[in-house]
């Protein structure tokens, strides 16, 4: 199902771009499109514009493609449409139309600042990353830090991260859904800010969101797809093996490297050290969902922002998983779960209990 900025985005494609051109877009729930189609997930990484009629950004998907791309869109080929979260490049125009009335400036700037982040800087800065624990109020927190500071990047995957061949020194603020130990392996030096919640209220999050009736299902990676089953069948072993992943997906994302598994015995306990070293460093400032204005200022202190609106946590309504939540809290507190992630969270509340009576 396409909202209301994919729809506009569709009919600009349609609008612009003769049948049978061949264009780059994101993955998505799609109708059926007269063109040769080549789309692009969250986990792509240095995507090339070469050999396209046109292409579509998704501005949330930048750090998908090569900042050299970025400039290449920008300088040679035409901006015919644009919104909130796209903005169309084409090759030839079909039609010839204002751009001043076409394209509001702010609907470019992020490309820009991808472009060339030193530019944007501020006069004080507060260099810091952000990693965004899914289901855990980071998509509130990081469009504040967007609207804050100008010179930023977002990462939709550790796999983004990883393969980015650009300067992460040059962006004021970085963020996305990555791995603390793939940060440092790219060499990041300034603090790191995440956000922990209950587990077991994080998943029941995750399964809500997966089984929204409004849900762009061709942006779903696997894990969500087996999650809108959760209430409709039983819990099998590759439902059990899906919350085992999620119980333990905080504890992988502070400690884990790539292609380490939180139940591999001869890395569980380096894992969870490294994951535990960085819940007690200064260099690695957290803050728990539940306490939102110690949140709000921890984020205005290491990102400095002026005023920060938190209002709208990324906090999936109660849906039918509720129905089920009893049982999932059981299973997740199971031997059989090994959920490492409520230890780690009991530690976090213990250490922010201990620092506010300070």
Not at 71 to 77: E, F, H, S, T, V
Not at 126 to 154: D, L, M, Q
Not at 195 to 209: A, G, T
Not at 224 to 247: C, T, V, W
Request: include cysteine.
């Amino acid at each position: 199902m396409l909202d209301r900025y994919w729809s506009q985005a569709h009919q600009a494609l349609v609008r612009h771009l003769p049948e049978g051109a061949s264009v780059l877009l994101p993955a998505g729930d799609w109708p059926e499109l007269p063109f040769t189609t080549t789309f692009y997930f969250g986990t792509d990484c240095n995507l090339t514009i070469d050999g396209h009629d046109g292409v579509l950004i998704h501005k949330g998907m930048l750090a998908s493609f090569r900042q050299a791309d970025i400039r290449i869109c920008l300088k040679d080929l035409s901006a015919v449409s644009a919104n909130n979260v796209f903005v169309l490049f084409v090759q030839r125009p079909r039609m010839i139309v204002r751009a001043t009335a076409l394209l509001p400036t702010f609907h470019k700037s992020p490309l820009k600042v991808y472009a060339n982040p030193a530019r944007y800087y501020r006069r004080t800065l507060h260099r810091c990353a952000f990693i965004h624990i899914p289901k855990a109020g980071g998509t509130s927190i990081w469009t504040e830090v967007a609207n804050s500071v100008p010179s930023n990047i977002y990462f939709t995957s550790n796999e983004t991260l990883a393969a980015f061949e650009g300067d992460l020194e040059a962006f004021e603020a970085v963020g996305g859904h990555i791995n603390a130990e793939t940060l440092v392996a790219k060499g990041w030096k300034g603090p790191a800010f995440f956000v922990l919640r209950d587990p077991v209220q994080r998943v029941l999050s995750f399964i809500n969101h997966a089984q929204r009736a409004d849900a762009n299902l061709g942006m779903f990676v696997n894990s969500f797809h087996a999650a809108r089953r959760i209430g409709n069948a039983p819990l099998d072993e590759s439902l059990r093996n899906l919350l085992i992943r999620e119980g333990n997906l905080q504890v992988g994302v502070l400690g884990a490297r790539p292609g380490e598994s939180v139940h591999d015995c001869v890395v569980q306990q380096s894992i969870w050290a490294r994951a535990c070293a960085r819940l007690g460093s200064p260099d690695w400032p957290f803050a728990l969902l539940e306490d939102g204005s110690h949140m709000a200022r921890q984020v205005a202190t290491h990102f400095g922002t002026r005023k920060l609106n938190l209002r709208h946590y990324n906090r999936s309504p109660g849906g039918q998983a509720n129905n089920y939540s009893d049982q999932i809290r059981r299973f997740l507190q199971s031997d059989e779960a090994q959920c490492h992630d409520v230890r780690l969270y009991q530690k976090a509340v213990a250490l922010h209990a201990a620092t506010a009576a300070r």
